[in-house]
């Protein structure tokens, strides 16, 4: 029993060294992923969140803290969340218009999420990608226009955990802009 519980430690620590990590380097690209968000909130469009690999349940998540609320009250944020299956890639031909941005989190999938990505740029949509230390692929068919949060680690259950932590930090940032600070 101890052993295992050393083990169970050992996850929080590595978490919590990663987010100290990756605290300095992740802030200014997601800060950028907000200000491209908000804009295509705020220029009429829409949010079209797709996770890929084991992240579509963090798509979901994030689709419901834009549509309903984070942590304070607002009017409801066009977002929706795609699903794996269907290829998301044909859901953002049916679904995507210029203006509307992708926010694309991949735990590894690979050829889906690039396939998401040339089908959001061929809508005209600007694309955020968070993804892992082996998201480089991913990366290089972003556009200049686009903004990559690249989690330096390998392990899919740390990405997954920084891709949850930079979501909320894309919801407060988008709050702070649009309702400005809140009252302690």
Known sequence: MLMLEQRIQQHFFD????????????SRPIAEAAAALLGAITGGGKVMVCGCGQAGALAHHMAVLLVDRFERERPPLAALALDAEPAPAKQL???????????????????LAREAVT???????????????????????LAETDVMIAVP???????????????????????IQLLGEQEP
């Open 119 to 141: 089908a959001a740029h061929d809508k005209e949509m600007t694309v955020v990608a968070i993804g892992g230390a082996s998201a480089g692929d991913l990366a290089s068919v």
């Open 153 to 175: 680690h390998e392990r899919v259950a740390r990405v997954l955990e920084i891709q949850l932590l930079a979501l909320h930090c894309l919801c407060d940032a988008i709050d």
């Open 15 to 26: 978490s919590a060294d990663l987010k100290y990590q990756s605290a300095e380097s992740l």
């Open 93 to 111: 031909q049916a679904l995507g218009h210029p203006g509307d941005a992708l926010l694309l989190l991949d735990a590894g999938a690979g050829g």
